[in-house]
Nanobody
Framework: QVQVVESGGGSVQAGGSLRLSCTTSGYTTSAYCMGWFRQAPGKEREGVGDIDSDGSIAYADSVKGRFTISKDNAKNTLYLQMNSLKPEDTAMYYC?????????????????WGQGTQVTVSS
């Protein structure tokens, strides 16, 4: 059974940094697309960025140059380094992995989702 668990959220001031981690089990991270998403209160879930099985990475325009996605296949872990955080980055952040079911965001279809980790940025 695939499990996806996010960690690393918290509260920071604008301009600060956080690093989110997404640990998976029962899943070969090297073989599939993985992604980060976020959802702010009253808003739809949006893609932050994803990394495909070939290692190519795509980011949402709103986070380009500030956020960095990386992956450690040996640890089955996906990371999201967030720098220069803004109050508008405040949201619940989710990690998801590719499956043949589920919604399509960008290049991939994501079927396994974690419970999310809260990121709050104060001005």
């Amino acid at each position: 059974q695939v499990q996806v668990v996010e960690s690393g959220g918290g509260s920071v001031q604008a301009g600060g940094s956080l690093r989110l981690s997404c640990t998976t089990s029962g899943y070969t991270t090297s073989a599939y697309c993985m992604g980060w998403f976020r959802q702010a209160p009253g808003k739809e879930r949006e893609g932050v960025g994803d990394i495909d099985s070939d290692g190519s990475i795509a980011y949402a325009d709103s986070v380009k140059g500030r956020f960095t996605i990386s992956k450690d296949n040996a640890k089955n872990t996906l990371y999201l380094q967030m720098n220069s955080l803004k109050p508008e980055d405040t949201a619940m952040y989710y990690c998801a992995t590719e499956a043949w079911w589920g919604p399509v965001f960008g290049r991939c279809r994501f079927g396994y989702w974690g419970q999310g980790t809260q990121v709050t940025v104060s001005s």
